[in-house]
């Protein structure tokens, strides 16, 4: 099932998309659903299998078309940071050996990098990832899955892991190298800048996805390729990534983990290259979807 945040007539809404149509889920239960993602994600397997009873059933008279609504972020404002992992593809971590600072690792960690990124960094489709030139004119692009908990989880087990995770979608970890540089060499401050995490379109519930490790994963700026992997080739797989975040640490409904990205950066490449205002960014993940946005100069 791919389910959305959309708005109609300026309301945001839950949706379930099927075909070109989206749902309207609470409408359509007669208020037994509800209207935010989070809510839904904390019913559990009951909501899916009534949702989906719900939207394949029969014509849906609470549907609309989907190319009315506009598409917020999945999750529009996360109930905490977005939790990222960095290194996750050998080859992402030894293109940027040359590029990074003395601080920075020479070797692949034995154990994944964690970092985080504020909840006002996470954009939806087609919304403009703000360029500031007063604050940072090296501005990067990375295309990552992402995963969506599902449950509230502590101490999980790499075997149990995949029980939690309710579904995926596509994430831009988008950079600021020189602002990153600028504070050690920490990642935080450089991945935190409003905007500067688009994601959607929708997310795609994990029955969809028989095998999240086989996904061909790609980026496109101004519809050159730049970045073009598989998830096959993550170091860390989502079941380590859950039991490593989970130890000690409770995991909630609605979390989101981004996965790592691929080779193809921007600040990897010789000559360097980054991004500029007017400049497009189209993602793709196999068997989710397509995510664009566009670069906007912005100077508040």
Not at 106 to 124: A, H, S
Not at 148 to 163: H, L, V
Not at 198 to 212: F, K, L, N, Q, S
Request: glycine letters at 8%; a negative charge; proline letters at 7%.
């Amino acid at each position: 099932m791919r389910l959305v945040t959309y708005l109609e007539n300026d309301l945001p809404k839950l949706g379930a998309v099927n075909d070109d149509r989206v749902v309207d889920l609470a409408r359509a239960s007669s208020g037994r659903l509800p209207s935010t993602m989070i809510e839904f994600i904390e019913m559990g397997a009951q909501a899916l299998d009534f949702a989906r009873e719900l939207v394949y059933g029969s014509d849906n008279p609470a549907s609309v078309p989907l190319e009315s609504v506009k598409l917020l972020a999945p999750i529009p404002v996360p109930r905490r940071n977005v939790m990222c992992v960095g290194w996750n593809y050998a080859e992402h971590f030894e293109e940027g050996l040359n590029k990074r600072g003395p601080s920075d690792a020479e070797q692949m960690p034995e154990y994944p990098t964690f970092f985080t990124k504020l909840t006002t960094t996470v954009i939806g489709p087609g919304e403009g990832v703000q360029f500031n030139r007063k604050i940072s004119e090296q501005v990067d692009w990375e295309v990552e899955l992402a995963v969506i908990i599902g449950r509230r989880g502590r101490n999980i087990t790499q075997e149990e892991a995949m029980n939690y995770v309710f579904g995926y979608t596509i994430a831009n970890d988008v950079s600021t190298r020189d602002l990153q540089r600028r504070h050690g060499g920490q990642w935080f401050r450089g991945k935190s800048l409003d905007t500067h995490c688009p994601m959607g379109p929708w997310i795609v519930t994990a029955d969809e996805i028989e095998d999240p490790h086989n996904l061909r994963l790609s980026l496109k700026v101004n519809g050159v390729v730049k970045q073009d992997s598989s998830t096959k080739y993550m170091v860390f797989r989502i079941p380590r990534l859950i039991q490593e975040l989970s130890l000690g640490s409770t995991l909630l409904p609605g979390d989101i983990i981004l996965t790592g990205t691929p080779p193809g950066v921007g600040f990897a490449r010789t000559p360097a290259e980054f991004l500029r205002p007017g400049d497009v960014m189209d993602l793709e993940i196999e068997k989710i979807g397509r995510l664009s946005n566009p670069v906007v100069e912005f100077n508040d």
